[in-house]
């Protein structure tokens, strides 16, 4: 099956620095990519999503990349504020229908400090 | 306002005492999918539906039953809770009958098994 693995597990930046958060996966008919931030004491919610026929999709300060032949994708915030603080799950999914399945990495805490 | 809703959000229980999660979502989403969540393992899939009267097992469906007999509501039942349960549990519902795209996620209920 399909396993996802983000690196690092912890990452802190200055305010108004770029944080950048890389996964890489393992199955070669993955091809839809989300990303999920998590606030203190609540669910994830889904922030920007990657097809595989595309290489790179960005929204307002938040943009992902996808390299499909080294089977590894980024998320990319610019100027970061406090409240990017938060954890940041990638994941992986075939996206065929009846097996559809989304797989998760561990997860990785961003610090923004003030 | 579209939301997936949980209950209880906090829960102590004792080891094999029956506790049903509740999971009910105003979307109208074919799909639906119960999580746990514990530190260092990221986001695990207990059970998942794509729609009425259908379900299959996730990654560690042990010790876990479901039912989905409408569309809205997806109780997890643990029907002899053990510590090894105690966790962060998370609902979610998708549209479509697969996992087509945005997971849309309760705000969790946290599980202690003494």
């Known amino acids: 099956g399909e396993n996802v693995e983000q690196h690092p597990s912890t990452l802190s930046v200055q305010e108004g620095d770029s944080a950048v958060i890389k996964c890489t996966y393992s199955d070669s008919a993955s091809n839809y990519f989300p990303w999920y931030k998590q606030e203190l004491g609540k669910g994830p919610q889904l922030i920007i999503d990657?097809?595989?026929?595309?290489g790179e999709k960005k929204d307002q300060r938040i943009a992902v990349t996808l390299n499909k032949t080294a089977k590894h994708f980024s998320l990319h915030i610019t100027e970061t504020q406090p409240e990017d603080s938060a954890v940041y799950f990638c994941a992986a999914s075939p996206y065929t229908g009846a097996n559809s399945k989304l797989t998760f990495g561990k997860g990785i805490t961003l610090s923004v400090r003030p | 306002e579209a939301q997936v809703t949980q209950n209880p959000r906090y829960l102590i229980t004792v080891t094999g005492k029956k506790l049903t999660v509740t999971c009910s979502q105003n979307m109208n989403h074919e799909y639906m999918s119960w999580y746990r969540q514990d530190p260092g393992l990221g986001l695990r899939q207990i059970y998942y539906s794509m729609n009425v009267e259908v379900t299959d097992k996730g990654d560690v469906p042990e010790g876990y039953k479901v039912s989905r007999k409408e569309k809205r509501n997806f109780p997890l039942i643990l029907e002899s809770p053990s510590p090894n349960q105690t966790s962060l549990y998370f609902c979610?519902?998708?549209?479509?009958?697969?996992?087509?795209?945005?997971?849309?996620f309760g705000e969790g209920s946290r599980l202690t098994v003494l």
């Open positions: 990657i097809r595989s026929n595309v």
């Open positions: 979610a519902s998708s549209s479509g009958p697969y996992l087509t795209g945005e997971l849309f």
